[in-house]
């Protein structure tokens, strides 16, 4: 148990102040931990890497976090399953299982969040055909708030393993999960510039043409940014150094930050230098391993919000956040950031039931998101969103109930493994429990 300090999340734009951080190295210590909140009138949250823009990990009460539990406890080469504790983060863990022979089949473009924080909050990459990375978990070791350890799997209790999947930390702290993994593969990665109508009027079958595909949409531009991963033969062809540095580090870090900067002190601006980036990004190939050609550095600090919603609705739905981005009262300097899903059946998974387009916006630190980011949640109503649970959103119990068939399976599970709410925050009142 450690002194308090502030905790702030990786955009430091959420922070708390909790009465005590516990740092356990065991499932055995994270039950000792409940125990002495419990007994101290304490909730219960868990911290991963901070990569949720919301405040799910806030409290005033005992913040848990899992960073000295990060090892990779079994894998099994020819099953393909790999079993790891819950604070190793998915860059770790690719490198861990790339070892072994094997990949996650998908991942997002940022790898710095813990394997436990991605799948509670329904962490996703893009691909048609593929699902999202809780999907992924085949069974999930969690701590109750009655400090029982419990292994959940569809074998043995369906309803919490699905609850448990994507569960916004409200059931209780997952210590360990034992995840799908797949042979290990080279990933050729193509970044080019295209005109955005010819783009949206052919996005269905683009999204199904390959394994990987997204878009990015300056406002203000006519060009749409694609990228488009698809798996290839032979060794990975990794860049040398420096050519990564400058593709990676100072053409999409720290250029691009200071043209969102100079937005920023110059609003005016921001269609101009919008039309310019877009211009600029020119095409790139890489091939290497999967993971690395997945993810990249962010250093550029940002706000975001993201919808997930089915998939037939994609084009429209670009087309009216477009439409909002480029009014003349708001000043948007980041690209509109759009991806594909399959559906799952986790009880409050975004992607649940249904083929799901991502549409993700974004605003520079320092800037005014609020009206923005209101304004796409109304515009992105219409086609039955529903947000990401760890970006920013508007929404409440109330509203969010209705979107999700498996509600009131989730309510029943969260019921059954936290009846006192020891591991609710405001968060978790204001969109679980209403």
């Known amino acids: 148990m450690a002194r308090a300090a502030e905790w702030r999340n990786w955009a430091g734009d959420q922070a708390c102040s909790p009465a005590v951080v516990e740092r356990p190295g065991s499932a055995a210590e994270v039950a000792a931990a409940i125990g002495r909140a419990r007994d101290a009138g304490r909730g219960v949250r868990a911290a991963g890497a901070g990569h949720s823009f919301t405040d799910t990990a806030l409290t005033g009460g005992t913040l848990i976090s899992l960073d000295r539990m990060r090892r990779v406890l079994e894998v099994d080469r020819a099953s393909g399953l790999a079993r790891v504790e819950a604070g190793i983060t998915l860059h770790e863990c690719s490198e861990a299982l790339w070892s072994h022979g094997l990949a996650f089949e998908n991942l997002g473009d940022i790898d710095v969040q813990t394997i436990a924080g991605a799948t509670a909050t329904g962490t996703h990459g893009t691909g048609a055909r593929l699902r999202n990375l809780s999907a992924g978990l085949r069974e999930i070791e969690l701590v109750t708030a009655a400090g029982d350890t419990v292994a959940l799997s569809e074998a043995s209790d369906p309803d919490a393993w699905r609850a448990a999947r994507v569960s916004v930390g409200a059931l209780g702290v997952v210590t360990a999960v034992t995840l799908q993994a797949v042979p290990a593969f080279t990933l050729e990665g193509t970044d080019t510039t295209e005109p955005l109508g010819e ?12 394994e990987h595909f997204e878009l990015y949409v300056f406002p203000h531009s006519r060009l749409a940014l694609t990228r488009t991963n698809r798996r290839v033969d032979g060794p990975p062809r990794p860049r040398r150094a420096p050519r990564a540095w400058v593709d990676d580090v100072l053409l999409r870090n720290h250029v691009f930050g200071l043209a969102v900067a100079a937005g920023r002190r110059a609003p005016r601006l921001i269609p101009r230098i919008n039309r310019a980036l877009a211009h600029a990004s020119g095409t790139t190939v890489r091939v290497d391993r999967s993971y690395r050609v997945f993810a990249s550095p962010r250093l550029v600090r940002f706000t975001e919000m993201e919808y997930a919603l089915p998939r037939e609705h994609a084009a429209a739905a ?21 991806r594909f899903v399959a559906g799952d059946d986790a009880l409050l998974s975004p992607a649940g039931g249904r083929d799901t387009c991502y ?16 304004s796409v949640e109304r515009a992105l109503d219409g086609f039955g969103g529903r947000p990401h649970w760890g970006k920013r959103h508007f929404r409440t119990a109330a509203t969010l109930a209705p979107r999700y068939p498996g509600w009131e399976r989730f309510r029943a599970v969260r019921e059954r493994l936290d009846p006192d709410g020891v591991f609710a925050n405001d968060y978790v009142r204001r969109t679980l429990v209403g």
């Open 199 to 210: 783009v949206l009027d052919s996005v269905d079958e683009r999204a199904d043409a390959t």
């Open 318 to 338: 670009v087309r009216a956040v477009l439409a909002v981005a480029e009014r003349a009262d708001l000043a948007v300097p980041f690209p509109i950031e759009v």
């Open 359 to 374: 549409i993700a916006v974004h605003m520079y630190r320092g800037m005014e998101w609020e009206r923005y980011f209101r």
